[in-house]
């Protein structure tokens, strides 16, 4: 069997909208209980990883449970649950040796049957994961012995492995699958911290995984997530010392910030793709000529500094720092009085256009209300309509019961987790495009890195020239992190936050 290094290069690319995040908490002072909160701009729908695809909910169940393998702050894939794995001579295997020791919060032993049972469940038709396309190039699972398990594969699979290294890929006790546990409500996972409490629109409280498999992790008590949706309450509790950390802060908020002397700031440019996309299925949004009139209407730099403090344009569906990004020129480029003759010529008489918008993620609604006059400047009358996040997963997102969003997408591993289920007229854009899906469906097949480099750029190129979405921009990432805090990462390309290494220290 040939070896798989375990540590491959990732071609990351993050799924999902810009999340506010914040810590705070007990000091270590007299033996005292040693805690790190966070503020979360909202509450998960829900914290059974195998049943969504949304990144509040990875943010808050990294902590809980493990995958297999996972990235490492270089975002390559090391062993975490598995201590390693070899891939067959035809490649259509994958032979996994878990590791020993490890157990579940409830103190049963992780082994092969967990492992088996949890890719079973996301496989399952029944139970409906939104991540199950992604693991069904899987075709069976064998269990040789409790710490070996074989997942055998239809076709070579160049994605799986980093779809195994997602979060959505978390392994669960088997025991409790098959009596039906509330995984939504009561997580069990092998994690670092354990779930004590989910108090609705207050706080969700994990305390530490003391059994951990991970030597010297975790080192603080508990993490509290608080939920926090005004930015200017969480800057006011990082200044106070009762937050500290975060995560996305305004470019308004740094001079304050700094003037304090007891913060410092991270910057660098986030794995978000931010988009508006377009629901390709409903009038005005299926002629093209509107859709490339959007385009050419937003002036994306100053859209991109007003409403989230800065970043890079990007005129395709990838981030601006992914490897597999393509720097295309824009085919759009800013241009209203262009914009104006498109909505002349397609016959278009100011129908008004909803704009729906998450409102408790404050970058995007400040970009829609951008968007709105921009758009009513070239005459497409925009109504902004704000909603919660339950409602943007499961009426925009999940049956595309809209006509244009604003949202920003992140937290895949590989390219094909970013394009899968596109272009045959899936997912929430409703775009069909023939080539895209033949070429999406081949670069999954394929392992050769310039190859799939090649095949990917072609994608991009028939996205940026369809246009599903409006593509913006990769927006900056500012953190700002109290000074008597260390340790604070966030997993490369998933834009979730792993807290085994934090810990308090003196200043």
């Not at 029944?126 to 064998?142: H, K, L, Y």
């Not at 088997?174 to 004590?196: N, R």
Request: hydrophobic letters at 40%.
């Amino acid at each position: 069997m040939k070896r798989c290094n375990p540590r491959i290069v990732l071609a990351g690319f993050l799924f999902f909208g810009s999340i506010g995040l914040l810590f705070s908490g007990g000091r270590n002072e007299g033996g005292e209980q040693v805690q790190i909160s966070l503020g979360l701009s909202g509450n998960p729908s829900t914290l059974d990883p195998h049943a969504t695809s949304e990144t509040l909910t990875f943010q808050v169940v990294k902590s809980i449970y493990d995958t297999l393998l996972e990235p490492n702050e270089e975002g390559r894939l090391v062993p975490a649950l598995a201590e390693s794995w070899d891939f067959g001579e035809d490649n259509k295997s994958i032979r996994f040796t878990l590791r020993r020791g490890v157990t579940f919060h409830d103190g049963s032993a992780m082994d092969s049957r967990d492992v088996k049972a949890s890719l079973e469940r996301i496989l399952d038709p029944d139970f409906n994961s939104p991540n199950r396309p992604e693991f069904e190039v899987i075709s069976e699972i064998t269990t040789p012995d409790q710490h070996t398990v074989v997942v055998y594969l239809s076709e070579p699979s160049a994605p799986i492995l980093y779809s195994l290294a997602s979060g959505w890929a978390a392994i669960l006790p088997s025991e409790k699958i098959e009596s039906g546990h509330d995984f939504a409500l009561l997580p069990l996972g092998t994690g670092a911290f354990s779930l004590v409490n989910w108090s609705q629109d207050d706080r969700i409280t994990l305390k530490k995984n003391n059994e951990y498999w991970m030597a010297g992790s975790p080192r603080v008590d508990e993490v509290v997530f608080r939920i926090v949706p005004e930015r200017s309450l969480q800057i006011q509790g990082l200044i106070s010392g009762d937050l500290d950390v975060v995560y996305l802060v305004d470019t308004e908020d740094l001079a304050l910030l700094e003037a304090s002397g007891e913060v410092s700031i991270q910057q660098s440019l986030s794995s978000l793709v931010l988009v508006m996309p377009m629901n390709l299925s409903a009038e005005p949004m299926q002629d093209r000529r509107f859709r490339q009139a959007v385009a050419m209407s937003i002036d994306k730099q100053q859209v991109l500094d007003i409403a989230y403090g800065g970043g890079v344009p990007v005129h395709t569906f990838m981030d601006a720092g992914n490897p597999f990004f393509a720097d295309l020129e824009n085919p759009y480029p800013y241009n209203p009085q262009e914009a104006r003759r498109l909505l002349a010529e397609m016959g278009y008489q100011g129908q008004p256009v909803e704009l729906v918008v998450p409102q408790n993620f404050a970058p995007h609604v400040r970009a829609g209300e951008l968007y709105q006059e921009m758009l009513r400047q070239v005459g497409i009358q925009v109504s902004l309509r704000l909603v919660d996040w339950s409602y943007w997963i499961g009426e925009v997102y999940g049956n595309a019961n809209y006509q244009m969003s604003v949202i920003g997408h992140t937290g895949k591993l590989d390219p094909h987790g970013i394009f899968a289920g596109y272009a045959r007229g899936g997912r929430y854009v409703r775009w069909e495009n023939a080539e895209a899906a033949d070429l999406i469906d081949q670069g999954k097949r394929v392992l050769d890195f310039t190859s799939r480099q090649a095949i990917y750029s072609r994608v991009q190129e028939l996205f940026a020239r369809d246009l599903p979405f409006f593509f913006l921009g990769s927006s900056n990432r500012t953190v700002a992190v109290r000074s008597d805090v260390r340790g604070f990462q966030m997993t490369p390309v998933l834009d979730t936050f792993d807290f085994r290494r934090v810990e308090r220290v003196q200043p």
